[in-house]
């Protein structure tokens, strides 16, 4: 194999700020900003040994942190960002990147759905198609097709949870353990999906920092190296309503969106399913996590739901997935914040710093943002071992 893209590249920092349904005195640029200053702390950098920043608050964090002249790339999508700020890194234009996300303020009409699930377009202002029906549409078909359960699906959202339960930092701490019986009991939202398999939402911050290899290895934390990464799409996100069987090339199709992407990641690293210790994947409803765990390879397609009913995704299992909550129970501070957040609990658990949740020792981690519903998957893939 050639040699890896990133292999000059390492994440030195990552933090999160303070995760709650909501937080007083803060926007999402203060937050934001708390969560660039936490991650800058956390690596042992001083603000003006940043050469550019990354976020959709670029431009805003160079001029309150005083680190012009600095590049700033308006960019908050979170791995597609963070591949960006790698990509600086790799080919010379920077030694250290921050990038930062924020979400408060955002969600204050409680009686409404929060109105990132219901975009202004022809599709959803016209017909109320909303976030929770396009993906409840992705997992009809898969339990048509394949005969994936209601109490599968249930089994999935319950070990999220249940990791959100046990973790101090996630919004819903201690409101569980759950059963999937728990799960089916909660009311209906968009059939096949209730209540406890859906996504909440809070508000929060947070922040991560890139860094060159050699300005990593003087830096407080072990690297966590970027083995690889890649992204598919299908098409704008929440404009269109999504089709399982909507055509690609190379036969992909839009139900099995990140297959390609997963692939190209793992070849990139020159790894297999079986050398992923940990999968920290979003988790916007149930299904997500069983549709995922079938396209990287960790099971055959179709056999998802038996592969999470037989306990593999929980504590001790073959994979344990998104073990900080997810958007489930740990946060859903609106779209770009909850994307780099499956990122930094992928960096936790290769330095061993999980409070709750961590795999024994992790080496290689699985990060991934979007889903079928959304027709796009981002994929990244971190290690404890340079590339």
């Known amino acids: 194999m050639p040699p890896s893209p990133y292999r000059d590249v390492a994440i030195v920092g990552v933090y999160n700020t303070l995760q709650a349904r909501r937080i007083e005195g803060h926007d999402s640029e203060s937050i934001a900003t708390l969560g660039a200053l936490g991650a800058l702390a956390d690596a042992g950098l001083a603000l003006l040994d940043v050469d550019a920043v990354v976020s959709s608050f670029s ?62 377009n022809e599709f959803v202002a016209s017909y109320g198609l909303f976030t929770a029906a396009e993906f409840a549409l992705m997992a009809r078909r898969h339990m048509i097709v394949y005969g994936t359960t209601p109490e599968q699906m249930a089994t999935a959202a319950a070990a999220v949870r249940n990791y959100g339960h046990a973790n101090p930092a996630a919004v819903y701490h201690g409101r569980g353990p759950f059963t999937g019986d728990d799960i089916l ?46 992204s598919d799409s299908f098409g704008p996100a929440y404009q269109i309503a999504p089709v399982w069987d909507m055509a690609g090339r190379d036969g992909y199709v839009a139900g099995r969106v990140g297959e390609r992407a997963g692939l190209e990641t793992l070849r990139m690293a020159g790894l297999t399913p079986r050398d992923i210790d940990v999968a920290e994947l979003y988790d916007p409803f149930s299904f997500e996590i069983i549709r995922q765990l079938e396209v990287f390879g960790f099971c055959a397609e179709g056999e998802g739901g038996v592969f999470v009913a037989e306990g593999n995704t929980g504590p001790g299992g073959s994979i344990p997935v998104t073990t900080d909550g997810g958007t489930m129970s740990f946060s859903h501070a609106g779209i770009n914040v909850q994307q780099l957040q499956r990122v930094i609990r992928g960096v936790e658990q290769i330095r061993g710093q999980c409070p709750t949740g961590q795999v024994t020792g992790a080496e290689v981690a699985l990060c991934t943002n979007g889903g079928s519903g959304a027709l796009f998957t981002d994929v990244l893939l971190l290690g404890a071992e340079r590339p």
């Not at 234009?93 to 409404?112: D, F, H, I, K, M």
């Open 185 to 230: 009991a909660s009311r209906m939202i968009a059939d096949p999906f209730h209540l406890l398999e859906c996504s909440m939402t809070s508000e929060g911050g947070c922040g991560l920092v890139l860094a060159r290899a050699d300005v990593a290895a003087d830096l407080r934390h072990v690297p966590v190296w970027i083995l690889g990464g890649a």
């Open 59 to 120: 431009a805003e964090l160079i001029l309150n942190l005083k680190l012009d002249p600095c590049t700033r790339v308006p960019n908050g999508l979170g791995i597609p960002a963070l591949l960006q700020a790698a990509q600086m890194i790799a080919c010379g234009q920077a030694r250290s990147v921050l990038l930062a996300a924020g979400g408060a303020g955002l969600y204050t009409e409680r009686g409404a759905t929060a109105p990132w699930t219901r975009p202004s």
